[in-house]
């Protein structure tokens, strides 16, 4: 799992690191090598007794979800993957609430930075007086984040952004690069027509332990980590966490 670069980084133990990264392995394992059974359970047992009961196939996707949900195989896939979701934040608890002081600190001098007219604002935000967050977001725990987005306990609080930032880390398998910009810069690339990497042998599952054979597709070097442009359909094979270059 890589680590971020930017300021809302989270110093962590060794012990924390791989807590983090036996989570964010699980999930790959539930994500991929799981769910890909879901669809050998289904053509197996699922769909055949929804043939002989109904005479038809499924005509939907609602038909199909019903029919699946009484498995047992289904109701154990989705239960470990509710519950790697919430490892997610769980794995980031303990080294966010030990950095919290500090994080407080980088909120302060931020925004003395702002206020200031010989210090150069990295960017502002005010918000419209009485603002509410939406019913939407603040009703529940968007992807069982707890304390959700809006979360905001005392003055001057970053944990929100903190415990996002580093648990979408553990969530992507640290695919989404060490800026977690890699949706916006795969994109821009690809509109310049400044395509870094196109794989060129695809291997099982999103994270494998083979790196993705890739070859390069202009003079630069990779980024933080390899993709194929935007993500296209049955292309978009991730390989492992090192960089791959050249």
Request: hydrophobic share 35%; net charge positive.
């Amino acid at each position: 799992m890589l680590d971020l670069k930017h300021e809302l980084k989270l110093d962590k133990t060794r012990d924390e690191k791989a807590r983090m990264n036996f989570v964010s392995g699980l999930r790959a394992h539930v994500l991929n090598d799981m769910a890909s059974g879901m669809r050998a359970v289904w053509d197996a047992e699922v769909e055949p007794a929804f043939r002989r009961s109904r005479g038809r196939r499924p005509k939907d996707g609602p038909e199909v979800h019903a029919a699946m949900k009484p498995n047992e195989s289904f109701k154990f896939y989705s239960s470990l993957r509710v519950t790697t979701q919430d490892l997610v934040w769980q794995s980031v608890f303990p080294a966010l609430e030990r950095n919290r002081g500090a994080l407080k600190e980088k909120a302060a001098r931020l925004a003395r930075g702002s206020r200031s007219r010989t210090s150069k604002a990295r960017g502002t935000l005010t918000l419209q007086p009485g603002f509410d967050v939406p019913r939407s977001v603040s009703a529940i725990d968007v992807h069982l984040m707890a304390g959700n987005y809006d979360g905001e306990y005392e003055e001057g609080d970053l944990a929100a952004g903190s415990l996002y930032d580093n648990g979408l880390a553990v969530f992507s398998f640290g695919l989404m690069g060490q800026n977690l910009d890699d949706i916006g810069q795969s994109i821009a690339g690809f509109i310049k027509g400044d395509r870094f990497y196109v794989v060129t042998q695809a291997f099982s599952g999103i994270v494998g332990t083979n790196r993705a054979s890739v070859r390069s597709s202009s003079k630069r070097d990779c980024p933080d980590f390899c993709v194929n442009g935007p993500y296209l359909p049955q292309e978009a094979v991730y390989g492992d966490q090192e960089r791959v270059t050249g």
